[in-house]
């Protein structure tokens, strides 16, 4: 071979290596009492990591699922066909319990374990986290009707992953979807349109159209469809108990971004069989918790991207040299990379505290529930809101390298604006602060007693604190509360990190963390610009002129 064709500083192939390989996640099982799951947490972090789990990420978005509406005889069958690294991912991900373990674990932090490995496993894949996410979530929704919950959560709760389309009573285990969304509606889930009649026998008939279904191939799904009564929640089976199809037609499968592995769909509604979940009418109610279940994940996961970006950035540049020195070396680029990691270490250590204030919360801890409320809607703004930067600045890191679709960096890219969006998009995780604020003035209690943890330990956290309590104190006007509301959940989650890290991290990262994010007026993200801002003269310069 020609010598011009020698291949000379460039990376080797990063695999081999544990995703668990994290001192905040493994300090943070250790606090919060994970520690009996991390031996789980290890094995499953080293398997994230290997060649085989890597070969499978890749080949599941590489082959997308595809939709067959018809058989060959022009029968309607309404299936989702995977590649077959997709079910591999899928039965890892159950036999692990990521999916629905802390429902059946009697033993405390058993949410803090399962959102460790959850946050481990989602860096080798992320697209089949969804389908995994919702089944852990549609537990305690299910639970608001009791007969249900019975017959469903053992199958759901199963650790074995058994695809196909059966009914779902006689399978071994169960995943489950959510339909929610409409295309008149999106977030706001009280105009949906789809309605449900009684049929007589305790089921309804549902009708309507939901624009974007996630995992279509569920067994069940839960949904929201208007009665008389008002919005109510249902399950809906795919396959019906005597073993026909259900009437879910399944239009298309969604053209995304990225979660390209993962299927999204529109389905039609035609008289399709339900059983209603909960107090009719009060549907948004009884859906909420799974709501806020996915939400959480929504953090982790974006932690996990965080955690998996910054790990491609620091081999990359420990093996690539530049002007004769290797890049982690130069001083530049330190600056990026320690900036990256003070990033993802915060989001890990809020995302694990909040795992455990789930768990702390199901114990019957009021004031951890309140925290968990309030905590959780600030950090599905910020830290979802921050993983599409901090991926940008990861796979910058390895230049020409990381864009192309070799590197993976690519998928992490694409990945990251979909937990921003996904249960609620950032205005939504916004508005559900102030509306946290608004109604349980025990979740600020709460809040500020865990942030006063740190009381004393850093000056600047403790004036960012002050400050905060200020900002607070001027939302008594809707309109202005409204033009606040990225800011007040910016800094909530910012102050709750910088205490975290005082208390829990070394040093050097507290002190990084504190000096750059609190240190002064951040207000780096789109939308947060001080609410005096005359944004008239704004937006009349942004708007076209010339168009008629």
């Not at 196909?164 to 969304?181: F, N, V």
Request: charged share 20%.
């Amino acid at each position: 071979m020609s010598a011009t064709h020698e291949v000379f500083n460039q990376a080797p192939p990063l695999t081999g290596f544990s995703t668990a390989d994290d001192p905040a996640l493994l300090e943070a099982l250790r606090r919060d009492g994970g520690a009996w799951g991390e031996a789980e947490v290890r094995e499953l972090g080293a398997r994230a990591g290997s060649q085989e789990v890597q070969d499978w990420a890749r080949m599941a978005e590489a082959s997308p699922p595809v939709l067959r509406t018809h058989d060959r005889y022009g029968h309607r069958v309404d299936e989702v066909d995977f590649h077959p690294a997709w079910h591999d991912l899928m039965t890892v991900a159950v036999e692990s319990g990521q999916h629905a373990a802390p429902w059946t674990e009697a033993r405390s932090g058993a949410h803090l374990v399962r959102a460790a490995k959850f946050y481990v496993w989602a860096q080798a894949e992320p697209g089949h986290g969804c389908p995994v996410s919702m089944t852990y979530a549609a537990v305690p929704a299910l639970r608001a009707e009791p007969a249900l919950a019975a017959r469903y959560e053992p199958l759901l709760a199963s650790r074995t992953y058994d695809y196909g389309l059966r009914p779902p009573l006689g399978k071994q285990g169960l995943i489950a979807g959510m339909s929610m969304t409409e295309k008149q509606g999106g977030s706001d889930v009280r105009a949906n349109t789809t309605t449900a009649v009684p049929a007589g026998d305790g089921s309804y008939v549902v009708t309507g159209h939901k624009w974007f279904t996630s995992a279509p191939m569920s067994d069940v799904f839960l949904l929201l469809a208007q009665t008389g009564e008002g919005l109510t929640c249902f399950l809906m089976p795919r396959v019906l108990p005597d073993g026909t199809r259900n009437a879910m037609r399944l239009q298309r499968l969604k053209d995304k971004l990225g979660n390209r592995s993962n299927a999204s769909a529109e389905i039609e509604y035609e008289q399709a069989v339900a059983w209603p979940v909960g107090e009719p009418g009060r549907g948004v109610r009884t859906i909420v918790e799974m709501v806020n279940m996915t939400r959480l994940d929504c953090v982790i996961g974006s932690a996990a991207g965080m955690r998996a970006g910054l790990r491609q950035a620091l081999h990359h540049t420990a093996h690539r040299r530049a002007f004769g020195v290797e890049l982690i070396d130069q001083p530049l680029m330190r600056n990026v990379l320690a900036d990256l990691a003070v990033e993802s270490e915060a989001a890990t250590v809020l995302a694990m505290r909040l795992a455990a204030a789930l768990d702390r919360s199901g114990a019957g801890d009021a004031s951890e529930s309140a925290l968990r409320r309030l905590g959780l809607a600030a950090g599905k703004y910020w830290v979802c809101k921050r993983g599409s930067a901090h991926a940008a600045e990861a796979l910058e890191c390895l230049g020409g390298n990381g864009y192309v679709e070799e590197s993976g960096m690519p998928r992490l890219y694409r990945e990251a604006p979909l937990l921003s969006i996904w249960e609620g998009s950032g205005n939504v995780a916004a508005l559900d602060v102030l509306r946290a604020l608004r109604r349980e003035p025990a979740a600020v209690d709460a809040y500020f007693a865990e942030v006063g943890l740190a009381a004393g330990a850093d000056a600047r956290l403790d004036a960012a604190a002050a400050r905060l309590r200020e900002l607070l104190g001027t939302l008594g006007d809707p309109h202005h509360a409204q033009l606040a509301a990225r800011r007040v959940a910016e800094q909530l989650t910012l102050v709750l990190q910088g205490s975290l890290l005082v208390r829990h991290s070394t040093t050097a990262v507290a002190d990084a963390f504190c000096a750059s994010r609190l240190g002064g007026d951040w207000g780096q993200a789109f939308g947060t610009l001080p609410t005096g801002t005359d944004l008239g003269p704004v937006l009349d310069r942004a708007l076209l002129k010339d168009t008629p």
